[in-house]
């Protein structure tokens, strides 16, 4: 039987105090009509909160910007009837005993124009250049740059206000702070654009930005070196090249880095450390200084883009996960796939029940419990 306690051990980050080192990944499920969270999302996030869930971060919400989302089922994070329901989902996963950050997502580049809650909106990017590398709209002011950071911080500052635990930033996978980082869609000349320093400026100036919304409310930041559908891309590739990325997020403030992997178990730089060598949280802890989040197929044998072609994935194994945690190679775990198959498997892995899980089943997508 796998010794699972380094897995609930608490940790803290910042002054946030956490019972075990699970998070549950941000997921989004686009089960908000009217862009407000409602009775159904309530009972969804205080199920996982009472299942043992240590810090649930939320499915990606929307900031201010009114050509951040193509999905106008995404609950946003701005406006008096949104954040009132997002209000009754702090509550109730308090009353559960978990704690909660919201993931703030603005989708820049990545959303097709015409969609989302405000078709008519642009979509927003560094340089007007899409994934693909195509120039499809004109480069933002340096004006409206500092509007883009300024609307995470307002959605930060109503996340405090609320009472939440935390925020997290959405800086991978392509979308808005992601596309700043990464030199194929950020081909600015001014502050944000040109070396990897000035390509992370646009997120510290959007952390330096929450910190005086939030105060002592630990900030996290999401990365990614992969983008959707360019499973090849780096922003760093190399871990000189990391160390300067991730230094610019430690000097604007932030408080953790939650560093997204397809597999956990992937290493990030095998010609230097070899097959077996650190994974990006590694990485990122070793060079930051600072607390990371490893995410990645934990507890499943295969990987999440599947899930969206209707792919299952069996009950995977969590003896090196867990073994890579007690060395202290990262901090924390996300699990996705497996938390949202099932509100309890957090508390059945720490009860001993791990024969009760069960392979994840793609129509979870489909459900809503
Ligand atoms: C249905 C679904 C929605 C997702 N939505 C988001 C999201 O809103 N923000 C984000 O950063 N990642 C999102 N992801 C990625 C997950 O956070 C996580 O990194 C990924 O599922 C890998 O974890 P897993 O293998 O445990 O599922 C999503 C994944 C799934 C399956």
Same mark, same amino acid.
């Not at 950050?101 to 927003?124: I, Y």
């Not at 939440?164 to 000349?189: K, S």
């Given at each position: 039987? *796998?010794?699972?306690? =380094?897995?609930?051990?608490?940790?803290?980050?910042? /002054?946030?105090? $956490? #019972?075990?080192?699970? %998070?549950?990944?941000?997921?989004?499920?686009?089960?908000?009509?009217?862009?407000?969270?409602?009775?159904?999302?309530?009972?969804?996030?205080?199920?996982?909160?009472?299942?043992?869930?240590?810090?649930?971060?939320?499915?990606?919400?929307?900031?201010?910007?009114?050509?951040?989302?193509?999905?106008?089922?995404?609950?946003?994070?701005?406006?008096?009837?949104?954040?009132?329901?997002?209000?009754?989902?702090?509550?109730?996963?308090?009353?559960?005993?978990?704690?909660?950050?919201?993931?703030?997502?603005?989708?820049?580049?990545?959303?097709?124009?015409? *969609?989302?809650?405000? =078709?008519?909106?642009?979509?927003?990017?560094?340089? /007007?250049?899409? $994934? #693909?590398?195509?120039? %499809?709209?004109?480069?933002?002011?340096?004006?409206?740059?500092?509007?883009?950071?300024?609307?995470?911080?307002?959605?930060?500052?109503?996340?405090?206000?609320?009472?939440?635990?935390?925020?997290?930033?959405?800086?991978?996978?392509?979308?808005?702070?992601?596309?700043?980082?990464?030199?194929?869609?950020?081909?600015?000349?001014?502050?944000?654009?040109?070396?990897?320093?000035?390509?992370?400026?646009?997120?510290?100036?959007?952390?330096?930005?929450?910190?005086?919304?939030?105060?002592?409310?630990?900030?996290?930041?999401?990365?990614?070196?992969?983008?959707?559908?360019?499973?090849?891309?780096?922003?760093?590739?190399?871990?000189?090249?990391?160390?300067?990325?991730?230094?610019?997020?430690?000097?604007?403030?932030?408080?953790?880095?939650?560093?997204?992997?397809?597999?956990?178990?992937?290493?990030?730089?095998?010609?230097?450390?070899?097959?077996?060598?650190?994974?990006?949280?590694?990485?990122?802890?070793?060079?930051?200084?600072?607390?990371?989040?490893?995410?990645?197929?934990?507890?499943?044998?295969?990987?999440?883009?599947?899930?969206?072609?209707?792919?299952?994935?069996?009950?995977?194994?969590?003896?090196?996960?867990?073994?890579?945690?007690?060395?202290?190679?990262?901090?924390?775990?996300?699990?996705?796939?497996?938390?949202?198959?099932?509100?309890?498997?957090?508390?059945?892995?720490?009860?001993?029940?791990?024969?009760?899980?069960?392979?994840?089943?793609?129509?979870?997508?489909?459900?809503?419990?």
């Amino acid at each position: 039987m *796998t010794d699972v306690s =380094p897995l609930f051990r608490p940790f803290h980050i910042r /002054g946030l105090e $956490l #019972k075990n080192r699970i %998070v549950m990944a941000p997921m989004t499920r686009a089960r908000s009509p009217g862009a407000f969270p409602n009775d159904n999302n309530v009972a969804y996030y205080a199920r996982r909160a009472a299942g043992e869930v240590g810090l649930i971060l939320s499915e990606g919400t929307h900031t201010r910007r009114r050509g951040a989302g193509n999905d106008a089922n995404v609950p946003l994070f701005w406006g008096e009837q949104a954040l009132a329901g997002w209000k009754r989902v702090i509550d109730a996963v308090h009353a559960a005993g978990g704690k909660m950050g919201p993931q703030l997502w603005h989708q820049g580049m990545s959303r097709k124009p015409g *969609t989302g809650h405000f =078709p008519d909106a642009p979509s927003d990017g560094p340089s /007007g250049i899409d $994934l #693909k590398g195509e120039k %499809v709209a004109s480069e933002p002011s340096e004006a409206e740059v500092l509007d883009m950071a300024q609307a995470y911080a307002d959605a930060a500052g109503d996340a405090k206000r609320l009472g939440f635990d935390c925020v997290e930033l959405h800086g991978a996978h392509g979308y808005l702070i992601d596309e700043f980082f990464w030199e194929r869609t950020n081909q600015r000349t001014d502050r944000f654009g040109g070396s990897i320093e000035k390509r992370a400026e646009f997120a510290a100036e959007a952390i330096r930005r929450c910190r005086l919304a939030v105060g002592e409310l630990p900030i996290i930041i999401r990365i990614s070196q992969w983008k959707s559908g360019e499973f090849t891309a780096k922003v760093a590739t190399t871990p000189q090249e990391l160390e300067r990325w991730v230094k610019v997020l430690v000097n604007a403030g932030v408080d953790a880095i939650h560093c997204s992997q397809r597999r956990i178990l992937e290493p990030e730089f095998p010609a230097v450390d070899g097959p077996n060598g650190l994974n990006l949280a590694g990485w990122v802890k070793k060079l930051s200084g600072l607390p990371t989040i490893s995410v990645g197929s934990v507890g499943l044998s295969s990987e999440f883009i599947g899930a969206f072609r209707g792919e299952g994935s069996s009950v995977g194994k969590l003896d090196e996960i867990i073994a890579r945690l007690d060395r202290g190679e990262f901090d924390l775990v996300a699990v996705g796939r497996a938390v949202l198959q099932d509100p309890e498997w957090a508390l059945k892995v720490k009860t001993g029940r791990q024969n009760e899980l069960r392979d994840y089943d793609a129509k979870s997508l489909q459900t809503y419990f």
